[in-house]
């Protein structure tokens, strides 16, 4: 993915090959606000446009907002405007927006869930000046965008992974949805005994920032012999067959034997971030998560 998006962004997602966010230009809009607007191409031709407005004025501020996209209803998905929103965001970081003002229809099921899966704060619905519709507003924080990156083409490799000392066991393998990226379930195993579990999810996006691209578990009675960190060392040919370039791992604060593993297989810590409460770790009882990351050499 290219580290700028005010030129051009490489994106993925599910159903399209790869399509870029390109900026077509950049001026002031009918508002008298200044803008850019961006075309998001399937490779196959445009399926959608985003305008990002670096002001508001007082109609847009009531039910604009700094953001609007388009997306064709053929292509359109929850999956495909999450990302797209993802890059929008990065953009309005980049132009020096540390927050924007998202405003839908309060009909449109995939807008709101959208801003929601993107961390955006819901405000209190107005009306619009030129509109009897009251609609949905959200606050997004632009400082920390989430990387989108999905595999394309992607097919499951459905071997065992052989090791020294242990080996890992697939036991099920979770196709792409909307909700999250294609993910390897392993059993750990030493011998014939199951001593833990571990997963591999391939990509990166909303999800991934708090729970991470492998998670792992070693039963009570096995651990301290670093299981853990033998089979995630395993893990990272299958993951940069994929064409990742890096992992990231997630743990909690008080969590010191899997912060152990991190560091022990080279693992960088980065940051201590809070989970937003649109996340399936949130609803887990997770309210902070460590991050590392770990980049495939």
């Not at 075309?39 to 039910?63: F, K, N, Y």
């Not at 499951?156 to 099920?172: A, N, Q, S, V």
């Not at 392993?186 to 833990?196: A, D, E, P, T, Y």
């Amino acid at each position: 993915m290219a580290a700028k998006l005010a030129d051009k962004a490489e994106f993925v997602a599910s159903g399209l090959a790869s399509a870029p966010l390109e900026l077509q230009r950049a001026g002031l809009g009918d508002e008298g606000v200044p803008r850019k607007v961006y075309w998001l191409d399937s490779g196959a031709g445009i399926v959608g446009a985003g305008i990002l407005r670096l002001g508001l004025d007082e109609d847009l501020e009531r039910s604009g907002g700094h953001l609007s996209m388009f997306i064709l209803p053929g292509p359109r998905s929850l999956t495909l405007e999450t990302k797209f929103l993802g890059l929008m965001l990065g953009a309005a970081a980049e132009s020096g927006l540390k927050c924007v003002l998202m405003t839908c229809e309060t009909d449109d099921v995939i807008g709101i869930k959208t801003a929601k899966k993107n961390g955006g704060v819901s405000l209190w619905g107005v009306k619009g000046l030129n509109s009897v519709l009251k609609r949905k507003r959200f606050l997004l924080e632009t400082s920390r965008p989430y990387e989108i990156w999905r595999a394309p083409g992607f097919v499951f490799r459905m071997k065992p992974i052989e090791g020294k000392e242990i080996w890992l066991r697939l036991d099920e393998t979770e196709p792409e949805e909307m909700t999250h990226c294609p993910a390897y379930k392993f059993s750990i195993m030493k011998g014939v005994r199951c001593v833990g579990k571990i997963d591999l999810r391939v990509g990166f996006d909303q999800d991934i920032y708090y729970c991470g691209n492998i998670g792992y578990r070693v039963y009570e009675e096995y651990r301290g012999s670093g299981y853990a960190a033998q089979a995630a060392q395993l893990l990272l040919p299958l993951a940069k067959s994929h064409g990742m370039e890096k992992v990231t791992i997630t743990c909690n604060p008080d969590n010191i034997p899997s912060a152990k593993t991190c560091e022990k297989i080279g693992a960088l810590y980065k940051e201590l971030v809070k989970v937003s409460k649109t996340s399936d770790q949130y609803a887990q009882g997770d309210k902070f998560k460590r991050r590392y990351y770990l980049e495939l050499a």
